[in-house]
Structure formats: C-alpha cells, structure tokens
T-cell receptor, first 115, second 112 residues
Framework: NAGVMQNPRHLVRRRGQEARLRCSPM?????VYWYRQLPEEGLKFMVYLQKENIIDESGMPKERFSAEFPKEGPSILRIQQVVRGDSAAYFC?????????????FGQGTRLTVV | GEDVEQSLFLSVREGDSSVINCTYTDSSSTYLYWYKQEPGAGLQLLTY?????DMKQDQRLTVLLNKKDKHLSLRIADTQTGDSAIYFCAVLTTDSWGKLQFGAGTQVVVTP
C-alpha cells in the first residue's frame, strides 16, 4: 500500500495562473480531506469529500478555490488566479471511514509558491 | 469554533524528558491527537486519546488529558535527536467528524 500520494511535491505558479493539486488516497479509502498550512502555522481544514460528493467545505475560501473527488481518479484541489497569499503547503489526508477512531493518513503535501 | 493553543518552542537535552502542552476550548472535543512533522514531510500520527480517558502510554510517549481544564500534554521520555520536529495537537469534536482542528505546533529542538 503506497500511502496517500500527492503530486506535485512542489509547484511554482505566477500570479494569475491556475494551480492543480492532486491527491490519490490510500487503497480502500473513500474519504479525503484537504488542509492548508501557512508558514509558521498549523494546518487549517479546507474541505472534506467522499467519492463524487463534497461533505463539508466550510474551510474553503469562497472564491477561486474548488475541490472534487471523482468516481475514478484522484481528488483535485484547484486554485484559479493564484495570488501570493495562496503560497502554502497543502496536505491531503484519507481515511476508510468517518469514524474518528480511524486514523487519517496524511500525504507528503504539495508546497505551492506563487511568484 | 474550536481554538487549540500550543507553546511554540521547546528546547530539551538529549536523554531528558520533553513535555509539550496543548489547551483547547470546545468541551465536546472527543478525540485528541498528537502528530509529528519533520522538515519537508507530511504528518505522522504519534498517538491519540479518547476524552473518556485521562492517560495513555505507548512506549516512550505518555499522553495526559485534564478534561476539566481542557489541557492535553505529550511527554516524551529519553528524548533523542531524532525527536527533533514540530509536534501538533489536534482535536475532533462530535459535530465535525472528519474535521481536525490543529494547534500551531510546537517546535522541539533536541540538543546533545
């Protein structure tokens, strides 16, 4: 089991471009969570998805950010028209169940730099 | 919403015990976690405790929970240089299954 795979590990975008971050959950996991870590801060919840459904997007900025987890393929976090303030590490976690005694496994993260 | 607070920095000598503290505000917090993050890496779950427990021990790690004061601590016995990392406290509440609330992290530096 390869673990939660995120790619790319590092992404550089110019202001105004789009950023696409991918997350492949662990095999058998149908729950995916995205978190953002700003420099010197803890992780902040962004969105929780199950296959083809957004369950909780209360942490997502209202504009420019979107997430999906299609029936086939990885979960995608998409940031349109990136700005410098979007520079952060974005982590994806997956779990087999929403039950809290199930560990959510984290990926290595994608470090986005907006120049 | 939930606020999770941690001290930002801890320096400890190799072989000593480290104690990392965390406070939280939501009394409905039911599961409390400690994660370790090494430079450039993801998060590794170290241990977790249910709110109906007050202590959990796992090898060199001891978690203490004071539910009345909403205070959680992680003690690392015989701290090694490989324990140098950022340690995050995180909580899960009954109205937010799947959504972890993290503290800002405590950077632990182990000196020889």
């Amino acid at each position: 089991n390869a673990g939660v795979m995120q790619n790319p590990r590092h992404l550089v975008r110019r202001r105004g471009q789009e950023a696409r971050l991918r997350c492949s959950p662990m095999k058998g996991h149908s729950h995916v969570y995205w978190y953002r870590q700003l420099p010197e801060e803890g992780l902040k919840f962004m969105v929780y998805l199950q296959k083809e459904n957004i369950i909780d997007e209360s942490g997502m900025p209202k504009e420019r950010f979107s997430a999906e987890f299609p029936k086939e393929g990885p979960s995608i976090l998409r940031i349109q028209q990136v700005v410098r303030g979007d520079s952060a590490a974005y982590f994806c976690a997956s779990s087999p169940s929403v039950r809290p005694n199930t560990e959510a496994f984290f990926g290595q993260g994608t470090r986005l730099t907006v120049v | 919403g939930e606020d999770v607070e941690q001290s930002l920095f801890l320096s400890v000598r190799e072989g000593d015990s480290s104690v990392i503290n965390c406070t939280y505000t939501d009394s409905s917090s039911t599961y409390l976690y400690w994660y370790k993050q090494e430079p450039g890496a993801g998060l590794q779950l170290l241990t977790y405790i249910f709110s109906n427990m007050d202590m959990k021990q796992d090898q060199r790690l001891t978690v203490l929970l004071n539910k009345k004061d909403k205070h959680l601590s992680l003690r690392i016995a015989d701290t090694q240089t490989g324990d140098s990392a950022i340690y995050f406290c995180a909580v899960l509440t009954t109205d937010s299954w799947g959504k972890l609330q993290f503290g800002a992290g405590t950077q632990v530096v182990v000196t020889p």
